[in-house]
T-cell receptor, first 114, second 113 residues
Framework: DTGVSQNPRHKITKRGQNVTFRCDPI?????LYWYRQTLGQGPEFLTY????????KSRLLSDRFSAERPKGSFSTLEIQRTEQGDSAMYLC????????????FGPGTRLTVL | AQSVTQLDSHVSVSEGTPVLLRCNYS??????LFWYVQHPNKGLQLLLK??????LVKGINGFEAEFKKSETSFHLTKPSAHMSDAAEYFC???????????FGTGTQLKVEL
């Protein structure tokens, strides 16, 4: 399967702990996106990378959130000092330059903060 | 700012009957619009896209959508529903040069025998 993969698929953590999620995009895609989806809502944009450069961050991305894509391939999203409000599905997507609207999504990581 | 509004949170149809999922958009210029589908426990999948070419856009699995500027609408249709169409559907507009997708709140489609 050469689609977008995300790990872990589920994460349960206690409030105040740090968590890190990983996304592996489609190999030839140079753009990578992170979204957050809460129950009953559509996904909300968090941030995106072109190669290793993080080009835009949403205001939703507080100081506790950080994303990296060190070699322009896989990406990580870290949440520090998790809060119950961080509970959501975190989605990763990738695309090719010039076809940014056609994003290929991974299955997501569901985070539950107790 | 560009946005989309999905007019129905839930739609229920019988198998074999037509499907209509409604979406209105708000944009200061010609938008790029998309429909994505999300099946349970699966990733979001692109159904179709409109990028200012033909106003009637055909997608996968027999779905199509018509861009109507006068009505600021981009409704999704299918002539005959199948059980496998049951899923959540999102109307989406791209912003920031296509780098950011703004999703509607979704329409849950239920298909009954």
């Amino acid at each position: 399967d050469t689609g977008v993969s995300q790990n872990p698929r589920h994460k349960i953590t206690k409030r105040g702990q740090n968590v890190t999620f990983r996304c592996d995009p489609i190999s030839e895609h140079n753009r990578l996106y992170w979204y957050r989806q809460t129950l009953g809502q559509g996904p909300e944009f968090l941030t995106y990378f072109q190669n290793e450069a993080q080009l835009e961050k949403s205001r939703l991305l507080s100081d506790r959130f950080s994303a990296e894509r060190p070699k322009g391939s896989f990406s990580t999203l870290e949440i520090q000092r998790t809060e119950q409000g961080d509970s959501a599905m975190y989605l990763c997507a990738s695309s090719m330059t010039g076809q940014e609207g056609e994003q290929f999504f991974g299955p997501g990581t569901r985070l539950t903060v107790l | 700012a560009q946005s989309v509004t999905q007019l129905d949170s839930h739609v229920s149809v019988s198998e074999g009957t037509p499907v209509l999922l409604r979406c209105n958009y708000s944009s200061s210029y010609s938008p790029s619009l998309f429909w994505y589908v999300q099946h349970p426990n699966k990733g979001l999948q692109l159904l179709l896209k409109y990028t200012s070419a033909a106003t009637l856009v055909k997608g996968i699995n027999g779905f199509e959508a018509e861009f109507k500027k006068s009505e600021t609408s981009f409704h999704l249709t299918k002539p005959s529903a199948h059980m496998s169409d049951a899923a959540e559907y999102f109307c989406v507009v791209s912003t920031g040069g296509g780098n950011k997708l703004t999703f509607g709140t979704g329409t849950q489609l239920k298909v009954e025998l």
